[in-house]
């Protein structure tokens, strides 16, 4: 039967994809987008008659992911939260075991993987706002944690984000935020501490979102009116701030329909070329942000001449 994977053919196999997929959360605990990104590939992977077999593994050395591919629990691995250098990767090339990746680094080249172009799209944002007058533009990124460990969309995001301000001789100013609404609350603080005189921000961080709209509005600045916020998120969380986000869309189910896909083709034709698709969602222009204006009590005062009044 057409679109049938040589195991589903044959009768071999577990018919068991693995998602390995290290939460992100600060305690550990997974966020609303990558919930968004499990739902999406275990529905992606029944629709192809597949279960679903979910580890939070962040090192090749994990229990759940150990057992995972030495008893061959599953019939190949899709790979989330890809770093730069990633021995889970590395481990999964050596071995031969099936697999492809949502995100990419050079190894991911050899199998097939799908990622959304993080750099450019912080460039676009950071375009956007700088058409719109904006000189001082924030970059609000991931945690510490996953920027130090080298996750890629976090490195490749502060790369175009960097690259688009030096291109327009304007100062790049970065800063790292956990991914929870006190974190958010945090970075406006210390934003509006490097540099005053911000008008506007670009982020990473949809977790953070609403703590960043509650500092901006701790600190009296309104969205869109005397403050800018423009970033890269999925639409439901996007649309939930008030006002919605400007943002360049995670399309979540896109990007694990077409790496469910890319995992049947491995399956099917594993000596076939391996497939990259990069996405490149253009902005949606929502209500957060508008022309630069002074910040608020920047003004300077007006100098009135003093009149000798005779009555």
Avoid at 88 to 113: C, K, M, T, Y
Avoid at 202 to 212: D, F, I, K, P, R
Avoid at 249 to 259: D, F, L, S
Avoid at 286 to 299: H, L, N, W, Y
Wanted: contains cysteine.
């Amino acid at each position: 039967m057409a679109g049938r994977t040589k195991n589903e053919r044959s009768g071999s196999g577990t018919h068991t994809l693995g998602l390995l997929y290290p939460p992100a959360g600060r305690n550990r605990d997974y966020t609303t987008m990558q919930l968004a990104f499990v739902g999406g590939v275990a529905e992606a992977a029944t629709a192809h008659g597949y279960d679903l077999l979910l580890s939070p593994g962040d090192r090749p050395d994990d229990p759940s992911f150990l057992r995972m591919i030495s008893d061959r629990r599953v019939d190949g691995v899709i790979v989330m939260e890809i770093r730069r250098e990633d021995d889970r990767v590395e481990r999964l090339a050596e071995e031969g075991f099936p697999f492809v990746a949502i995100g990419r680094n050079h190894r991911a080249d050899q199998s097939g993987w799908v990622d959304l172009d993080f750099a450019g799209l912080a460039g676009g944002c950071v375009q956007h706002l700088a058409d719109l007058g904006h000189t001082r533009i924030a970059f609000v990124n991931r945690s510490e944690q996953l920027f130090n460990s080298g996750y890629g969309f976090a490195r490749l995001g502060d790369e175009g984000y960097t690259e688009a301000m030096k291109k327009l001789l304007l100062t790049p100013r970065a800063h790292l935020c956990g991914d929870d609404l006190a974190s958010g609350e945090q970075v406006v603080e210390r934003i509006l501490l490097d540099d005053p005189m911000t008008t506007s921000l670009v982020t990473l961080n949809e977790a953070a979102l609403e703590g960043v709209y509650r500092g901006l509005t701790r600190h009296g600045r309104s969205v869109p009116r005397d403050f800018s916020v423009v970033g890269v998120a999925a639409s439901p969380w996007a649309e939930q701030v008030t006002p919605a986000l400007t943002a360049a869309e995670i399309p979540a189910k896109e990007m694990t329909r077409v790496a469910v896909d890319l995992m049947m083709q491995r399956l099917r034709s594993p000596d076939s070329p391996p497939r990259h698709v990069l996405l490149k969602p253009l902005i949606t222009l929502r209500a957060s942000t508008g022309r630069c204006r002074p910040v608020p009590g920047s003004e300077p005062e007006h100098d009135f001449p003093d009149f000798d009044m005779d009555f």
